[in-house]
């Protein structure tokens, strides 16, 4: 279930299985998002993106889903793998004077063998 | 090769005292973003610039400090006001509509 406050959620998947992580966000003027992957005690690592013209856009194994309707962001990797497992962040962005880089709470994959 | 350099890894401050945490990009990136990271939480954004000698305050600014002198460099000072400094802080770059990089972390702890 959803986290509120301090920590992060989790999602536990059969190795095999396809995952799916969501993403809400708050900011109509984004227009552009990204999906990270961060393992424990590195910087994250950039995943896949998506902008706002496009609702689907597909790669390696990944697949990111936007839905402007309900600013909601989706992350499928499919035969998830133990290398998958790490916490997943999904970041957004608008363009214009001042834009920055605003981070979703994150979700933690765990891949069980 | 290019990429965005974090020091030092790990850092050990004082009660009271200023640190300075380096970041450097060799990407030719106009941006850069400090955030801070708690165990088992998400990245929370202290200070970006967008260009030098710019720089805006982000979600939890006070108690840090930034320059951007130079393109290159977006040092982070975390101050004796910063009441809680210990943390996970990673710097990222980009440039324009792009995906940012991020560097390998300074772990820093009060003693």
Request: aromatic content about 10%; charged content about 20%.
């Amino acid at each position: 279930g959803e986290s509120v406050g301090l920590h992060l959620p989790t999602l536990s998947v059969q190795e095999g299985d396809n995952s799916i992580i969501n993403c809400a966000y708050s900011n109509s003027a984004s227009d552009y998002f990204i999906w990270y992957k961060q393992e424990s005690g590195k910087g994250p690592q950039f995943i896949i993106d998506i902008r706002s013209n496009m609702d689907k856009r597909q790669g390696q194994r990944v697949t990111v889903l936007l839905n402007k309707t309900v600013k909601h962001l989706s992350l499928q990797i499919a035969a998830t793998q133990p290398g998958d497992s790490a916490v997943y962040f999904c970041a957004e962005a608008s363009t214009g004077a001042n834009s920055k880089l605003t981070f979703g709470k994150g979700i933690t994959l765990s891949v069980r063998p | 090769d290019g990429g965005i350099t974090q020091s030092p890894k790990y850092l050990f401050r004082k009660e009271g005292q200023n640190v300075t945490l380096s970041c450097e990009q060799n990407l030719n990136h106009d941006a850069m973003y400090w955030y801070r990271q708690d165990p088992g939480q998400g990245l929370r954004l202290i200070y970006y610039s967008q260009i030098v000698n710019d720089f805006q305050k982000g979600d939890i600014a006070e108690g840090y400090s930034v320059s951007r002198e130079k393109k290159e460099s977006f040092p982070l000072t975390v101050t004796s006001a910063q009441k809680n400094p210990t943390a996970f802080y990673l710097c990222a770059s980009n440039h324009g509509y792009t995906e940012a990089f991020f560097g390998q972390g300074t772990r820093l702890t009060v003693v």
